[in-house]
């Protein structure tokens, strides 16, 4: 994984544009680095669309009477707690313990479906209370902004079961370590962007 | 003396000095990142709550935080950094950062400023109307 560092080590005055072209693990995970940029501009234009709605309520609740802060901090938490996990199993992927790696990707999993439970009671509890998305354009834009990160912890944990059975599989293949790397980036994006959706969303939602 | 700036990965937990890091180092990193993160989380949910604060500063003191909190997790868990091996990741990142800041200043400036020009509700037109 680490070629940038045994390469210089090998060839210490080798210029960087005399290198060559960069090794496939650089590549890869550049390339997905500029994926998840995209990803983040596009919440950026519904974090836009949100927050020009967040006040078009159209007579109905508003998200003072709609959202729990306990239950975001727990989300949040939950979160949190998944990315640090995430970060201590990409280190057992670098030193090729197995065990670790199960058990990273474990918690990390448990940990992402909590999240993801309690976010869909949330939204269960919002639809019941005559809160659905179809209400105001606010819960439109909150339902969309929201359920987009959702849909994405979603698919985080279908790719995170995919790359366990591959480890069970193919081992600490070049290939699957490449992937469990594109992953670790994901899931720490997705963090960064839940970060931007309790402080925008719900903590300044609950304050208007 | 020239510096090897061969690219690094972003995400890349190694230390490009020492080659690679040892596992309790990498943990270390995590470790404080987890603390740091935690911390400046607990203080955005104080800021939103407490009644201490000027009101009209709370919401640019919650932004402050989650762009902090937003360093903390690309530096420790990212792990962008400024070293000649993270030219391209950095670059990447402030081209995405200006983009995702035209877009939200942008639509938020505008639509303010559409808000404002809007024509009063048709009571108040009535109002005008009159004389």
Known sequence: MNVAATLSEARPNVAASEAGPASKPVIVAYGFWIFLLSDIVMFATLFAGY????????GGPSGVQLFS??????????LLASSYTCGLMSLAVKSRRRIGTYFGGLVTF?????????ELREFADMIARAAGPQRSAFLSAFFTLVGCHGLHVTAGLVWL???????????FHPTVQRRLACFSLFWH???IVWVWLFTVVYLMGVRA | MTETALD???GDPSMPAKGDVGEPAGVLVYTIGLVL???LTATSFWVANTGLLWGPGVSLGLVVLAVAQMGIHLVFFLHITTGPDNTNNVLALAFGILTVLLVVVGSLWIMANLNDNMMPPPELMNLHMRH
Not at chain 1, 51 to 58: F, G, I
Not at chain 1, 110 to 118: D, E, M, Q
Not at chain 1, 162 to 170: C, F, G, I, N, S
């Open chain 1, 51 to 58: 927050a020009v709605l967040a006040r078009a309520t159209d």
């Open chain 1, 69 to 78: 802060q306990a239950s975001v901090a727990i989300e949040t938490v939950c």
């Open chain 1, 110 to 118: 448990a940990l992402g479906l909590s999240f993801l439970a309690l």
């Open chain 1, 161 to 171: 079961v995919l790359m366990m059975v591959q480890v069970a599989v193919r081992g």
């Open chain 1, 189 to 191: 994006a997705l963090d």
């Open chain 2, 8 to 10: 690094r990965p972003p």
């Open chain 2, 37 to 39: 993160a935690v911390g």
